[in-house]
């Protein structure tokens, strides 16, 4: 059945994978993004619709949250997906790298359950694009697996506080994926190179592609996962082990 879905930062890697499988599947698809240029450009590659919301911006989510409203637009999935990964040593930490990953990774896609919890149809499904980061203690990583933890222990409330409004909320943990957020990390062709090499050493021998957490998302999205609540769906080739 075809549904409309809203993914949060669909511009690049994990959300334009999903944006692209989802409007193949026949669904209404909506993306967000940060960048006028990076958003058209998306939209216009995937066919699907564009609303322009930073995500770290409390006004810019409420202001989506009426948008969808006025233009009577009833949501049957979102994917909470925007995020960064700006990897730190606990030694080299800053306060202004915590406050914008929490703002990113926990506060924004908080406050977007909030501005569209209103807008969304009963059932309705919530996926949030969590990391392996919550449950591999990795180097580097403190700051962001904090982050992401936090969304994930609200959406344990938020599971019971919108129970009653047939909106679920289901995470997925992926391992390392190649996407546009190592080079946004700071990270060279050669460290990305490396990076890919060292992970030939894990189970599923290769570092992982959007396309391996897509069909997650479409299963969490679908009503074959209607009983799975509050879900932790680890993607990770062994990564965790
Ligand atoms: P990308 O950098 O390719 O995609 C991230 C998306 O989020 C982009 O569309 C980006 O927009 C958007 N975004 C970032 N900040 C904001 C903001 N303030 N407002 C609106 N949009 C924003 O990375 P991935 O596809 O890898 O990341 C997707 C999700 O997957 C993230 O939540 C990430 O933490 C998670 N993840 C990724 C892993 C990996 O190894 N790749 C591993 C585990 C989890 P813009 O184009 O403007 O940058």
Not at 8 to 28: C, D, F, Q, V
Not at 106 to 134: E, H, R, Y
Not at 202 to 219: C, E, N, T
Request: with cysteine; charged share 15%.
């Amino acid at each position: 059945m075809s549904k409309t879905v809203l993914i949060t930062g669909g511009t690049s890697g994990i959300g334009y994978a999903s944006a692209k499988a989802l409007k193949a599947e026949g669904n209404r698809v909506l993306i967000t993004g940060r960048d006028q240029a990076r958003l058209d450009k998306a939209a216009s590659e995937l066919g699907v619709e564009a609303i322009l919301c930073d995500s770290t911006n409390a006004a810019a989510i409420v202001a989506l949250g009426k948008r969808l409203a006025k233009d009577g637009i009833t949501l049957d999935g979102l994917v909470l997906n925007a995020g960064i990964f700006y990897p730190r040593a606990i030694s080299d930490e800053s306060w202004d790298n915590i406050q914008v990953t929490m703002n990113t990774n926990f506060a924004g896609p908080f406050m977007m359950m909030q501005a569209l919890a209103g807008t969304m149809s009963n059932p309705a499904s919530v996926v949030f694009i969590s990391s392996v980061a919550v449950e591999k203690a990795h180097p580097t990583c403190a700051a962001y697996a904090a982050s992401k933890a936090a969304f994930e222990a609200a959406a344990g409330v938020m599971n019971v506080e919108l129970a009653a409004s047939g909106i679920r909320v289901n995470s997925i943990r992926p391992g390392v994926t190649l996407t546009e957020i190592q080079k946004k990390a700071g990270m060279s062709d050669e460290d990305i190179a490396g990076l890919a090499e060292s992970l030939k050493g894990l189970p599923v021998g290769r570092i992982l592609s959007p396309a391996d957490i897509v069909p997650a998302v479409q299963y969490l999205l679908s009503d074959a996962s209607i009983a799975m609540r509050n879900g932790h769906m680890t993607i990770d080739g062994g990564f965790g082990l």
